[in-house]
């Protein structure tokens, strides 16, 4: 009984301990931006090429859906000029948070929050 006890709360403790770093993990999300030619679209992928540090580059970048929501990446099409603002806080990989599509280098309207 007292073993149960124990492990018990040293979760408790752990998990009480870790909630404050997660937290700060997430708001310190740094979130950046790509344009460039769409190459490829997916369901759960997007492809961009573009200039990134003065080098022609294709990004790769992963698109989640959230739940209750109509996918807005079905209005993107290859060969579009976009916008991709993205973050890197899972594993390295990039995640969008909104694309807008460019019309002559400009943004067209408020962009599709993913």
Do not use: C, W
């Not at 961009?48 to 022609?56: I, Y």
């Amino acid at each position: 009984m007292n073993q149960t006890r124990n492990a018990m709360s040293a979760i408790v403790l752990g998990a009480f301990l870790s909630a404050p770093l997660a937290a700060v993990a997430a708001t310190n999300t740094v979130h950046r931006t790509f344009d460039g030619t769409v190459v490829h679209v997916s369901t759960l992928n997007l492809k961009v090429k573009g200039l990134e540090a003065g080098k022609e580059q294709i990004l790769s970048f992963d698109y989640l859906p959230r739940f209750g929501k109509a996918s807005p990446i079905y209005k993107i099409h290859a060969g579009e000029a976009v916008r991709v603002t993205f973050d890197q806080k899972g594993a390295g990989a990039r995640h969008v948070t909104r694309v807008q599509q460019l019309a002559h280098g400009m943004p067209t309207g408020s962009g599709m929050k993913m």
